[in-house]
C-alpha cells in the first residue's frame, strides 16, 4: 500500500493534458506519452495556458506554474512512460480495439503492482481488458472535460478488480483533490453519461420539434436546473420538493418524453454537411475557428471557476 508517486498517463489530446496537469499539481511525477512530439508540445502548451488561467482568477499561485511544468515530462516511447508507473491512466480515442491493444502492452511493460485505469466514458473494463491475466488490477476512472476543472472522477470497478485497487485509488484521486464517485454496478457509459444522454435526447428531440431555439434551450437549461443541480442533486431536489409531486409529474409526463432508440436525425444532417461543432466553424451555433485553446473553452473555463469558487470554496 505505497504511496502513488510517479504516474504514466498515455494520450496527450483533449482530456489527458488536463489530467496530467492535476497529477503534476497534487506532486506526482508525470510521464505523458503520445506517438508524436507535436502532439506533446501542444499539450505542454494547453498546460501552461490552462495554468496561467488559473492563476488569473485567483485558483492558482504565479509562483507553482513552473514546478508543475517541471514535473511533467513528455515521451513518444510507452516503455520509458510507464517503465516506473505506480498508476497509469490511458486517455487514448474510444475504441475498443485500440484499448485492447494497449492494455496488453501496459500489463507487458508496467510494473506487476502498478494500477491499471482507462478513461473510457462509455465501454466496460472488462471488455478492455478482457486478454488481461491480473484483471485485479484495472478499472475505470472516467474524468471530465475539463479535467483539471471538474471535480467529479467516476471510479468503475470491473468484476475481477480488487477492493485494495478501488480504495487506493480513491485515495490516491481525493489526495489529488478529485471527488471520486464509486460507481456500484458495471454498466456501458458508467453513471453521469447515462443520465446526460437521456438529457441529451429530450433536447434534441424539444429542437427537432421546433418548441424552441439551441439559443433560448441552452438559455433556459443553464439559467434552470442545471444551476439547481449544481446546488442539490436530482435525487435530493426530490427529496426538497417532495416525492409525491414528482411521482404525479412522471405519471403524466413520461408518456410525453422521447423515448428513440436511435440517435436524432439532425445530428446526422449536420455531420453530412460537415456541421461538426466548435472545431468546424459550425453546429448548433457558430464560431471563429482561431487554434487549439479557443475563447469560447475560454470563457466556459472562466464560468466553472466562478461556480467552482462558489460550490467547492475548499478548492
Known amino acids: 500500500m505505497t504511496d502513488i508517486r510517479n504516474v504514466a498517463v498515455i494520450g496527450s489530446g483533449l482530456m489527458g493534458h488536463g489530467i496530467a496537469q492535476v497529477f503534476s499539481r497534487g506532486g506526482c511525477q508525470v510521464k ?8 506533446l508540445s501542444r499539450a505542454m502548451t494547453r498546460i501552461r495556458s490552462n495554468l496561467r488561467t ?28 510507464v517503465a516506473d508507473a505506480d498508476f497509469v491512466t490511458e486517455a487514448i480515442p474510444e475504441d475498443l480495439k485500440m484499448k485492447m491493444e494497449l492494455f496488453d502492452l501496459l500489463e507487458s511493460m ?4 502498478s494500477i491499471l485505469a482507462s ?20 478499472l475505470v ?3 471530465f472535460n475539463p479535467p483539471h476543472l471538474i471535480p467529479v472522477v467516476e471510479v468503475v470497478k470491473g468484476p475481477d478488480t480488487s477492493q485494495e485497487t478501488v480504495e487506493r485509488t480513491i485515495r490516491f484521486l481525493a489526495k489529488m483533490k478529485k471527488e471520486p464517485v464509486r460507481v456500484l454496478k458495471e454498466v456501458p457509459g458508467h453513471l453521469v453519461n447515462r443520465i446526460q444522454f437521456a438529457l441529451n435526447r429530450e433536447t434534441l428531440s424539444l429542437f ?86 479557443t ?5 466556459r473555463d472562466k464560468n466553472l471557476m466562478q461556480l467552482l469558487k462558489a460550490f467547492y470554496p475548499k478548492d
Do not use: C
Not at 466514458?121 to 491475466?133: T, V
Open 54 to 81: 488559473l492563476a488569473e482568477r485567483g485558483l492558482e499561485k504565479e509562483s507553482e506554474i513552473e514546478p508543475v511544468l517541471s514535473r511533467i515530462t513528455g515521451t513518444t516511447n510507452l516503455q520509458d512512460a
Open 208 to 293: 427537432e420539434q421546433g418548441v424552441a431555439t439551441a439559443e433560448e434551450i441552452d438559455k433556459a437549461v443553464s439559467g434552470s436546473i442545471a444551476l439547481r443541480l449544481a446546488a442539490s442533486g436530482p435525487l435530493r431536489t426530490i427529496d426538497i420538493n417532495g416525492i409525491e409531486l414528482f411521482y404525479y409529474g412522471m405519471r403524466e409526463m413520461y408518456r410525453f418524453l422521447d423515448n428513440s432508440p436511435a440517435p436524432q436525425d439532425i445530428l446526422r444532417q449536420k455531420i453530412e454537411k460537415g456541421e461538426v461543432g466548435r472545431r468546424s466553424g459550425k453546429g448548433f451555433f457558430e464560431y471563429e475557428v482561431t487554434g487549439p485553446v
Open 141 to 143: 476512472t472516467h474524468w
Open 32 to 39: 505523458m506519452h503520445d506517438v508524436d512530439e507535436a502532439f
Open 119 to 138: 478513461n473510457t466514458s462509455m465501454l466496460k473494463i472488462s471488455d478492455i481488458g478482457r486478454r488481461i491475466k491480473n484483471r485485479t488490477r484495472i
Open 110 to 113: 508496467a510494473p506487476g503492482d
Open 295 to 299: 475563447s469560447l473553452e475560454v470563457e
